[in-house]
């Protein structure tokens, strides 16, 4: 609001107060807080007078009426049509013929005339598209067409038009009709401006201009008689002219007077007889004249009977009235005088002015008078209604100036007393009429069109301003409303009635201001009157709605309340932003408070109704399912409630949302944690256990409901939820573990193990080449995991020990399925095959025996057989490969690390516990290499034997035949109450006779040193010669998710080794055939004839073997592997093969080493090094194998094994070989000890760095134990152990992928003296420094094994508080 207004509004408080203070001042104000009472009959009367006179005064009805026309005069037409042509058109001009292809021209344009198409006016006459078409016919004749290309003459094509026409128009006249023949003239003419036409548009107006000039004189002459073209056919016999109708003054043809008959409830015939009665003397537009001439006179006097200065706060606002006054007075006048004109003519002094302001004085009335009639006589005016200008009859007499009453006594005839509360008393039964008659129901205007023409007509002859108008519809409206007759919806209208301008009209009624609204009129222009109307009744329906609002609040938590929107909408949109209304802050405030004790009272109400509902009266039927359907009632309400005032959550002060959470949680919470606690405890009382799915949907409802409290409540819920519930989850996952065993070993039973293909022609992709059993076992895996996801646990540790628990589960079950995939696939494996079966039978004698070694030796030199794998095996290979695949995304998903740190940093170290008193060892006897021979042969036949230090036997293995490098894969359970001695020796089989001895190792079983509880692996020296691979771990499993993780990967890469080991000892024996001394003797011993005849000829050259024979000494390696590859490539994975080729690969290098040197010994060997030649075929092999495993095809597209993966520790070893090979022997100790006082100087460095990387110390009683003299017994037998990787260390691919990496570029970055030293030993004078170096390595070990330990035993914290060492030294688990 403008500073102008401000001030007008202060003005208008100040005036207002002095309008109540005073009763001098009288106007229609005034007399408007008498409150006149209005009868019935009064309103009745004085609104039929108005629309009465509204049917006078409107612009009179006009008809048609019939006029015959004149009857016209005779014409002529041409007699002779070819006299024309021949005339006008001779043909024998030759500037005077057609252009060449006119014919077709012609011919398509007549074909547009017949269809319509014809854009030139005149041609869709329907007698013109008969000619036209009569015409076409015989144009089209194939004679005619030619004489036309040949001539090219104008006449035939007119004449023959000409006889066209004739004849068409002559059908259906008699003879002696000759009406027709006028036709045929128009028809030639048309045809003639055709021709025109065509000439022009094909631009001959330059070539054809005397052509053009015939023809257009030749229709000229043809339309003499007739020189329009476009008349109508038919012959008009008359005309219609436009008459006033006049009135009738029947009721039936007053629409306005029927609106009044319907709202006051009176008949057609009443209604007309009140009229008959009237209108004669009283109700006549002479009678409306003068009342408008007594109004004028009051409005310039200041008078009552009109609006005067008194009504208005300011003096500016009621001469802007008043001026705007003249020209509707003028207008309404004019039309008086328009419709009787006869009035004007009555007096002698007439005045007319246009568009000036009605004249203060009566000295020029006559002047005006006398211009008005002129106007209204001249008989040249184009209309009686013409009149456009405003009249100003500032005074004007008629017959009797006695007629106008004095001033002072407000007498009209059409003008009620009080205006105002007229139109009040009319507007309201208009109201009640329109509400009872409202027949569809949809109607979103306050008013009727009838009701409100009606209203508009009332508010022009009794000269109510817009304001007034609006503000008294409003006034009707909140009365209605406050009886409680109206809704919130139609008192919403009634306010966009009076706010919302109206639609413009062409002839807006003559009202003051009638185009504005409420909302756009300066409320300094309002009449006080109106003013104060208007806030009294925003301060009454502030008072109604505000009831209307609270006893709709009062009803919301209910499950259909009725709406609030109309109401609060009122409130906000038109009375709280109103100017004219000032909202208290302490009523506001008041109000609020109400609100929300009544909604608390609400809310408590429906909840104590669910709790009578949902929860029986007993305790003893109380179960889960009566909280969660309490909690479910709760939710829904909260979710309703908030759903329906999501977008104005707060109304008046007050969030209902809130104010029902407020009210029900706490209760619900103190309910809820009762009941829960009472049902547990009857279960317990009983000994039942409770349902495991009703926990869990208690849970979640008790979830949702705490959600809500958390978004609405600042203080914590009552109880912790999942403190109380969380017995329910660790009995599901003791379930789950119980279902897991069963369902793994289930699963198995049931697996085909095969490749799941689409048939027999189908090559299964890598996806397909795993079976059933492994599938359904991950699918419980998620399944599981997934069912403790869904619930959602809010609580952080628990959920990270529910993890652990699963993982313990999964790395269980894997471990069950590892064993038992690999029983079966080791039973496989060593079914006899069809060629195996008859060699096991003959060696069950002597002779049998020797024969075989006869026939195993012949058939080296023959093609040897591919082994033949079952596909079932395969498949188990690939599960395992897939099982590690999908371990890893079970790793992830589960979020294995971040459940790891939330526990450490909760548990924190490790609290003591009681040591046990029994341990369990798990002893695998693995495999040995490079075992003495015992057989004449050159293998053995080896099996183990374990004992204890009492010669106890432990367990005994099973007899692998043939081989130096045999593989038992057998384990043996030991159970022990402290450290024990056990001692494993190899024997070799022999049928007839003692068992021979092979070699002898021991190695000591201490708790202390597996107080990890982590498996390792140990390379034991035999005491003749090679070694043994023992693997160890002791029963006891540390409760952390990545263990258990690091754990299952372990089993599953264990048993893929393993039965990658088993697939490849089945061609280890032809590949140390191949790459053996025999084999190589064999390749330098073709030669041997050919060296001793150049020997004996004196030759200076020895021949030299080709590169072919070399690569021909492994075509049949190649083939053997070749035709074993073609059979599991059927079956195996990518990954699969890859893995299979790659430990093949490691036979190969194995095979390879040797022949170059002998095994790693402080003992010389009696082995021979090879000469350059024979080297250089090893190397060559070498290299073909290499090539053959990379398998690179034509593009360099590798096929094979990577060539990273091929270059491995051993390759690069024995690459670095050819460097020391025949170097001499000072040479060799040289580097040797060079490399051994780097790699000693590097392992003193990588100590110091573990030692000082933790703060924390050894304890005391771990130095005697270290001191050098208990370092030697301790570890002697650890010279060349290999500590087993950590299962922390292999919990997912990532970190395996990761340490198998760092492994191999650590053996390529660092060179080892092993090789040297192997060299050595075929050096007899190096025997000294190889058992120095033995005696060296030794120490070495025990010190970097003490290393490990101290470490081990500071990173676990055994001198933290509290101790960590029981008695006798063991560790607390």
Request: glycine share 4%; with cysteine.
């Amino acid at each position: 609001m403008s500073s102008a207004s401000r001030k007008s509004f202060q003005q208008l408080h100040r005036r207002l107060d002095s309008v109540q203070n005073s009763d001098k001042r009288r106007s229609r104000a005034a007399s408007s807080a008498r409150q006149l009472a209005v009868s019935h009959d009064d309103a009745y009367t004085y609104a039929l007078r108005v629309a009465y006179l509204h049917y006078l005064l409107q612009p009179k009805t006009k008809r048609k009426q019939w006029v015959p026309a004149p009857k016209p005069p005779p014409r002529t037409h041409t007699s002779n049509i070819g006299d024309l042509v021949k005339e006008f058109v001779p043909g024998n001009s030759t500037s005077a013929k057609l252009p060449h292809g006119f014919r077709s021209h012609l011919e398509k344009r007549i074909e547009r005339v017949i269809m319509g198409a014809e854009k030139l006016p005149g041609y869709n006459d329907p007698a013109v598209k008969k000619t036209f078409a009569q015409a076409y016919t015989a144009f089209t004749e194939q004679a005619f067409r030619k004489n036309v290309d040949k001539e090219r003459k104008v006449e035939p094509l007119v004449l023959i038009f000409y006889s066209a026409a004739t004849k068409a128009c002559s059908l259906g006249h008699e003879r002696s009709d000759d009406s027709w023949k006028l036709l045929v003239d128009r028809h030639v003419a048309l045809f003639v401006r055709l021709l025109t036409s065509i000439l022009r548009d094909q631009g001959h107006e330059r070539d054809k201009p005397e052509l053009l000039s015939r023809l257009n004189t030749l229709e000229n002459k043809l339309l003499t008689n007739d020189q329009n073209l476009y008349i109508d056919t038919g012959q008009s016999s008359g005309n219609t002219i436009e008459v006033v109708v006049p009135l009738s003054y029947d009721v039936k043809d007053m629409p306005m007077v029927q609106a009044v008959a319907r709202i006051f409830g009176l008949s057609h015939s009443d209604v007309q007889n009140h009229i008959d009665a009237q209108r004669h003397q009283n109700w006549t537009e002479e009678a409306a004249l003068r009342d408008l001439k007594a109004y004028q006179h009051r409005l310039n006097s200041n008078a009552s009977g009109a609006l005067r200065s008194q009504d208005f706060d300011v003096e500016e606002a009621y001469q802007e009235w008043k001026r705007a006054e003249a020209p509707f007075l003028s207008q309404m006048m004019l039309e008086i005088l328009t419709a009787r004109p006869e009035l004007a003519r009555r007096s002698t002094t007439v005045s007319m002015s246009f568009d000036k302001a009605l004249p203060s004085s009566p000295s020029s009335e006559d002047k005006m008078y006398s211009e008005l009639g002129r106007t209204l006589s001249n008989p040249d005016r184009s209309s009686m209604y013409g009149i456009d200008n405003a009249l100003s009859l500032g005074s004007m007499s008629l017959e009797d100036t006695s007629s106008i009453r004095t001033i002072d006594e407000a007498n009209y005839t059409f003008i009620p007393p009080e205006p105002r509360e007229f139109l009040k008393v009319i507007a309201k039964y208009a109201l009640e009429f329109d509400a009872m008659h409202d027949d569809e129901g949809e109607q979103s205007n306050l008013f009727s069109k009838q009701s409100m023409d009606l209203l508009t007509e009332l508010c022009v002859w009794w000269r109510i301003p817009q304001f007034t108008r609006l503000v008294v519809f409003l006034e009707v409206a909140a009365r209605r409303f406050t009886d409680t007759l109206f809704t919130v919806v139609d008192l919403d209208n009634a306010f966009d009635l009076v706010k919302i301008p109206p639609p413009e009209v062409k002839k807006p009624p003559h009202i003051y201001l009638y185009n504005e609204s409420l909302a756009s009129i300066d409320r300094s222009k309002w009449t006080i009157t109106d003013y104060v109307v208007y806030q009294q009744t925003l301060y009454t329906l502030n008072d109604a709605l505000l009831r209307d609002l609270y006893d709709t609040l009062m009803h919301c938590y209910e499950p259909k309340p009725p709406t609030i929107g109309p109401a609060f909408h009122v409130l906000t949109t038109h009375i709280f932003s109103d100017p004219s209304f000032s909202r208290k802050e302490e009523d506001a405030q008041e109000f609020a408070r109400l609100l929300e004790t009544g909604l608390q009272e609400q809310a408590a109400l429906v909840y104590r109704g669910f709790l009578d509902a949902k929860v029986p009266q007993s305790q003893e039927d109380w179960n889960f399912s009566h909280v969660v359907e309490l909690g479910k009632s709760v939710v829904k309400l909260c979710e309703r409630t908030q759903k329906r005032y999501k977008k104005n959550p707060e109304i008046m002060g007050v969030n209902p949302f809130a104010v029902l959470v407020e009210t029900m949680f706490p209760n619900f919470e103190d309910d809820a944690h009762e009941l829960i606690r009472k049902i547990m405890q009857v279960a317990r009382e009983r000994g039942e256990e409770l349902p495991l799915q009703d926990g869990f949907d208690l849970y979640k409802e008790l979830v949702e409901i705490r959600r809500i409290h958390r978004s609405s409540l600042g203080r914590p819920f009552t109880f912790d939820i999942e403190e109380l519930l969380v017995d329910f989850v660790w009995r599901w996952i003791q379930n789950a573990e119980a279902r897991a065993e069963e369902f793994v070993e289930e699963a198995i039973k049931q697996d085909q193990f095969q490749v799941r293909g689409h048939g027999p022609g189908h090559i299964s992709l890598d996806s397909e080449r795993h079976s059933h059993s492994i599938i359904d076992t991950f699918q419980l895996f998620h399944q599981t995991a997934d069912q403790v996801f869904q619930l959602e646990w809010d609580n952080d540790v628990h959920h990270a020990r529910f993890m652990t628990a699963l993982s313990k589960i999964f790395a269980n079950s894997i471990a069950q399925y590892c064993e038992i995939v690999d029983q079966r696939f080791v039973k496989e494996m060593d079914t006899p095959r069809p060629n195996e079966k008859e060699a096991a039978a003959a060696a069950q004698t002597t002779q049998g025996r020797f024969m075989q070694y006869a026939k195993d030796a012949w058939n080296t030199k023959e093609k040897v057989e591919p082994f033949q794998f079952y596909p079932e095996s395969l498949v188990k290979l690939n599960n395992i490969e897939w099982a590690m695949q999908e371990l890893d995304k079970l790793e992830k998903s589960m979020n294995v690390d971040a459940c790891a740190d939330i526990l450490e940093k909760v548990d924190g170290p490790r609290r003591p516990v009681k040591r046990p008193s029994k341990y369990v060892f798990t002893i695998k006897i693995v495999e040995a290499e490079d075992i003495k021979a015992c057989d004449p042969n050159g293998t053995s036949d080896p099996y183990v034997v374990l004992v204890d230090e009492y010669q106890k036997r432990l367990h005994k293995t099973r007899i692998v035949m043939r081989t130096l490098n045999p593989r038992w894969d057998e384990s043996v359970d030991v159970t022990v109450s402290g450290p024990l001695n056990v001692v494993a020796t190899i024997w070799d089989y022999d049928t007839f006779g003692d068992h021979d001895f092979v070699g002898r190792t021991s190695l000591k079983l201490d708790p202390i040193h597996f107080s990890d509880y982590l498996p390792r692996e140990f390379w034991l020296d035999l005491d003749t010669q090679g070694r043994i691979l023992l693997r160890i771990s002791m029963e006891g499993e540390r409760d952390d998710i990545q263990f258990y993780f690091g754990k299952a990967f372990r089993h599953l890469k264990r048993t893929e080794r393993d039965m990658v080991r088993k697939i490849t000892d089945k061609l280890s024996r032809h590949i140390n055939a191949s790459l053996s001394y025999e084999a190589l003797r064999s390749l330098l011993g073709r030669n041997l004839a050919s060296q001793v005849n150049s020997f004996f000829k004196r030759s200076s050259t020895i021949p030299q073997i080709t590169d072919a024979e070399i690569e021909n000494a492994l075509q049949s390696l190649f083939t053997y592997f070749n035709e074993n590859f073609a059979i599991m490539k059927e079956t195996l994975t990518e990954a699969t093969m890859v893995a299979v080729m790659t430990r093949l690969w490691k036979e190969v290098l194995m095979a390879i080493e040797a022949l170059l040197v002998p095994p790693l010994s402080e003992k010389p060997s009696n082995q021979r090094p090879l000469n350059q030649r024979e080297l250089d075929v090893v190397y060559k092999w070498l290299q073909l194998l290499f090539d053959f495993f990379n398998a690179r095809d034509e593009d360099g597209e590798v096929l094979g094994v990577p060539a990273e993966v091929l270059r491995s520790p051993k390759y690069h070893e024995l690459a670095s070989l050819n460097f020391f090979y025949f170097d001499s022997t000072e040479n060799l100790i040289r580097t040797s000890e060079r490399m051994a006082a780097a790699t000693a100087q590097r392992q003193q460095q990588q100590l110091q760095g573990h030692m000082s990387s933790n703060r924390l110390s050894a304890p005391a009683s771990l130095g005697s134990s270290l001191s050098p003299h208990h370092a030697g017994p301790a570890f002697a037998s650890m010279g060349t152990i290999r500590r087993g990787k950590s299962i922390m260390m292999s919990r997912n691919l990532g970190t395996m992928r990761r340490a198998k990496e760092e492994k191999r570029k650590e053996a390529q970055a660092d060179p080892s003296d092993d090789m040297i030293l192997r060299i050595l030993r075929m050096r007899p004078e190096a025997a000294g420094y190889l058992k120095e170096r033995h005696r060296q390595k030794e120490r070495m070990a025990a010190a970097a094994a003490a290393a490990m330990i101290v470490k081990q035993s500071v990173s676990q914290g055994w001198n933290s508080a509290g101790g960590g060492f029981g008695r006798g030294g063991i560790p607390r688990r």
